[in-house]
């Protein structure tokens, strides 16, 4: 951590503050820093890859050379080299050859970049916020047997660095997404003019408040934690009392960060319901697929949904997006459905189509069945799925007391 850091190191770490401050994308960022952490980290390639919050999927930026790793705007944490790192099982990872190690060759992985571009020796650090790994910073050199574990110590210092710069940047163009995209859809499938531009204005200025937020708190807290450091770089010597100051002060920065973003973050589906919020995804999902699918979503909880708690509405449209993903890419059928119901004391969600059924390879530990199947389990709810009348169903049915249905 910081406080490992030799005194020699805090101007190459001030340099790197100092050149994070202002860049607003992950692309500038990475190129703005690159050439410093080269000279605290030798490599001839350098990556940062940012895991996509709430979902199974990362994405790289590099430095050095581009390769294939970047090109994919999303890729699946469980084909990455580094799964174990991302999934928070590891905080660092050293190889003298990645070439040969078994660690970054698994079946499946995505690791043909590693021989294409011959990446032997790599290290790499989790970038983490509030104990929570948000991404990896990596280090490769063409030599084998290049970095020690000095060369980890000093990978964890610049990862401190950037995570919470890193956490913002991600935390910024999720909300931007989500906001821009949600305002558009919203405005064609309700084709009221005035309505359309209402919601326009108010995800503006949700979008408007966030960007305040981040550059009056979190960029002024960053931009006083730049000067500590400079100050501190100019001290012969520095304790680790002197120090716990600056863990403090980006301690209290993660905090304010992480309620700037629990309390503005609107979505379909916060805004108009479950029901909504998966057809919405339901058109949005096969428009975007070019393919000629049928699809309906049925409702007949009469409101019901929106009753329920936000950790259960949230699960079950996390459900209801998986599965309709899966009928869309794999699937091969003409037809999808979804059906929300309230039998005699339950809550039931059932997407079904007409197409190949599920294969092998969504069957197996980590598959996206799998983690629905996790999801059902954590509201308490029960899940199957499996073929009937030539059609493939995934069923969830959450139980539910009659009085609270009927309310």
């Given at each position: 951590m ?22 607003l ?6 190129r ?8 605290i980290i030798?490599?001839d ?7 996509t919050?709430?979902s199974t999927?990362?994405?790289?930026y ?15 944490i469980?084909?990455?080299?580094l799964?174990d790192?991302l ?5 660092e ?6 070439s040969?190690?078994p660690?970054f060759n698994?079946s ?6 590693i021989?294409?571009?011959?990446l032997?020796?790599r290290?790499h ?5 509030q104990?929570?790994t948000?991404g ?24 401190d660095?950037l995570?919470p710069?890193?956490?913002?940047l991600r935390a910024?163009d ?15 499938e309700?084709g009221?003019?005035?309505g359309?531009?209402r919601?326009?204005?108010a ?7 966030i960007?305040?937020d981040l ?5 002024a807290d ?5 000067k500590r450091?400079?100050?501190l770089s100019?001290?012969p ?30 979505s379909?589906?916060?805004?108009f ?14 428009r975007d697929s ?6 309906q979503?049925?409702?007949h909880?009469?409101?019901?949904t929106?009753?329920?708690g936000?950790?259960v509405r949230?699960?079950l449209?996390?459900?209801?997006q ?12 003409d037809?999808?459905s ?11 969600l059932?997407?079904?189509d ?9 069957r ?15 509201i308490?709810?029960?899940?199957t799925?499996g073929?009937?009348?030539g059609?493939t169903?995934v069923r ?5 007391p ?6």
């Amino acid at each position: 951590m910081l406080e490992d850091a030799s005194a020699s190191l805090f101007g190459q770490y001030l340099a790197i503050s100092r050149l994070l401050a202002g860049q607003l994308d992950f692309h500038s960022a990475i190129r703005a820093v690159a050439k410093e952490i080269n000279l605290i980290i030798p490599n001839d390639h350098m990556d940062v890859c940012i895991i996509t919050p709430g979902s199974t999927y990362h994405t790289a930026y590099e430095s050095g050379f581009e390769t294939a790793w970047s090109k994919m705007s999303a890729a699946l944490i469980a084909n990455s080299p580094l799964r174990d790192l991302l999934m928070g099982e590891v905080d660092e990872m050293l190889t003298a050859d990645a070439s040969t190690d078994p660690t970054f060759n698994f079946s499946g992985a995505f690791s043909h970049p590693i021989f294409e571009h011959g990446l032997r020796s790599r290290l790499h650090v989790a970038l983490k916020v509030q104990g929570e790994t948000i991404g990896a910073l990596s280090c490769s050199s063409l030599q084998p047997d290049f970095y020690t574990p000095a060369d980890i110590a000093k990978a964890r210092s610049i990862a401190d660095l950037l995570a919470p710069y890193f956490f913002a940047l991600r935390a910024a163009d999720q909300a931007k997404r989500s906001a821009i995209v949600e305002a558009e859809a919203r405005a064609r499938e309700e084709g009221l003019r005035l309505g359309a531009l209402r919601l326009t204005e108010a995800l503006e200025a949700e979008r408007q408040r966030i960007g305040m937020d981040l550059h009056d708190q979190t960029l002024a807290d960053l931009t006083r934690f730049a000067k500590r450091l400079e100050r501190l770089s100019l001290m012969p010597t520095i304790s680790g009392e002197t120090l716990e100051p600056l863990f403090r002060s980006l301690q209290h920065s993660m905090q304010d960060l992480r309620q700037i973003i629990e309390e503005a973050r609107p979505s379909v589906l916060q805004l108009f319901g479950l029901a909504d919020a998966i057809e919405n995804h339901l058109e949005r999902s096969v428009r975007d697929s070019g393919l000629t699918i049928d699809h309906q979503l049925l409702d007949h909880t009469e409101g019901a949904t929106d009753r329920l708690g936000h950790s259960v509405r949230v699960a079950l449209f996390r459900i209801a997006q998986e599965a309709i993903n899966n009928a869309i890419r794999h699937a091969q059928g003409d037809r999808i459905s979804v059906r929300l119901d309230c039998p005699p004391g339950e809550m039931l969600l059932e997407i079904r189509d007409d197409g190949i059924g599920i294969g092998k390879v969504a069957r197996r530990p980590g598959s996206g069945l799998e983690n629905m199947r996790t999801r059902a389990r954590l509201i308490s709810a029960g899940f199957t799925y499996g073929r009937e009348h030539g059609e493939t169903f995934v069923r969830v049915s959450l139980p539910m007391p009659e009085q609270e249905i009927a309310e």
